[in-house]
Each structure stands twice: as structure tokens, then as C-alpha cells.
């Protein structure tokens, strides 16, 4: 019983982690995420993989996007 409430514990967090990684941007991608129309933060993900993200991140945000000349 025991292995089954960690084992379900760890699968919850590892949904919750998915879902809110999905909020941050890809490589190639920078987002500023906003509430109640005032920017709140912004997350960067540069074209070599390094993710930035400062303030708070969001459902309400837009995208802009780095070229990446690969």
C-alpha cells in the first residue's frame, strides 16, 4: 500500500511539472506573460537551449521569436 501512494504521489508531480512546463517557451522562443494587461514576467529560450525566466509566468502571454540561423 505504501508504494502505491508514492507511486501516485510521483506521477502527480510529474503532471503538474508537465503542465506548467508547457507555459515556458520552446528553443527559439521568448514570451512575456501578463495579467490583468500589466507584464508580470518573461521567459527566454535562447537557440543553444538556455531557458531564462524572470518574474512569473502565466496563462495569458505573448510570443516572440529569436532567429536562430541554424
Known amino acids: ?3 502505491r ?3 501516485l504521489g510521483l506521477v502527480l508531480a ?3 511539472t508537465i503542465a506548467s512546463a508547457s507555459l515556458l517557451p520552446p528553443p527559439g522562443e ?3 506573460y501578463y495579467k490583468d494587461g ?3 514576467g518573461t ?3 535562447d537557440c543553444y537551449g538556455n531557458l531564462r525566466v524572470t518574474g512569473t509566468v ?3 502571454y505573448y510570443i516572440g ?3 536562430c540561423g541554424h
Open 14 to 16: 510529474a503532471v503538474s
Open 43 to 45: 521567459a527566454i529560450h
Open 58 to 60: 502565466t496563462k495569458d
Open 38 to 40: 500589466v507584464e508580470v
Open 1 to 3: 500500500m505504501r508504494n
Open 30 to 32: 521568448i514570451r512575456s
Open 65 to 67: 521569436y529569436l532567429h
Open 5 to 7: 501512494k508514492l507511486v
